[in-house]
């Protein structure tokens, strides 16, 4: 488990040990191994994790760098961001043209 990721993902927040830990519904002694390594999380606590940290269980894992990882977010009605950049009316449409054809190509199979 990449520990620097989980620490940073809850600083980033900026979250206490036992802010976290009460949030996963865990001792905070639990959490805090965690991050120090000392304890390794089971499955049901690793997706809790990426969950609560709104990031994937590869990402905790480090088996793909967060940089990768895509910020999607809705800034007002009708405006959507990736990566704190709002899209262009251009953009969106392709967005959707894209999501519309992968859907299409699923179906299929």
Same mark, same amino acid.
């Given at each position: 488990?990449?520990? #620097?990721?989980?620490?940073? %993902?809850?600083?980033? +927040? +900026?979250?206490?040990?036992?802010?976290?830990? #009460?949030? %996963?519904?865990?001792?905070?002694?639990? =959490?805090?191994?965690?991050?120090?390594? =000392?304890?390794?999380?089971?499955?049901?606590?690793?997706? %809790?994790?990426? $969950? %609560?940290?709104?990031?994937?269980? $590869?990402?905790?894992?480090?088996?793909?760098?967060?940089?990768?990882?895509?910020?999607?977010?809705?800034?007002?009605?009708?405006?959507? &961001?990736? #990566?704190?950049?709002?899209?262009?009316?251009?953009?969106?449409?392709?967005?959707?043209?894209?999501?519309? &054809?992968?859907?299409?190509?699923?179906?299929?199979?």
């Amino acid at each position: 488990m990449n520990l #620097d990721r989980l620490t940073e %993902l809850r600083k980033k +927040k +900026k979250w206490s040990l036992q802010y976290t830990a #009460d949030r %996963l519904g865990i001792a905070k002694s639990t =959490y805090a191994g965690y991050e120090s390594g =000392y304890r390794r999380p089971s499955f049901e606590a690793l997706a %809790l994790l990426a $969950d %609560l940290f709104e990031t994937t269980c $590869d990402d905790l894992l480090g088996r793909t760098p967060h940089h990768e990882q895509i910020s999607l977010e809705v800034t007002e009605p009708n405006k959507l &961001a990736v #990566d704190g950049k709002t899209l262009t009316k251009e953009e969106a449409i392709g967005v959707v043209a894209f999501v519309r &054809a992968k859907r299409t190509i699923e179906e299929k199979r």
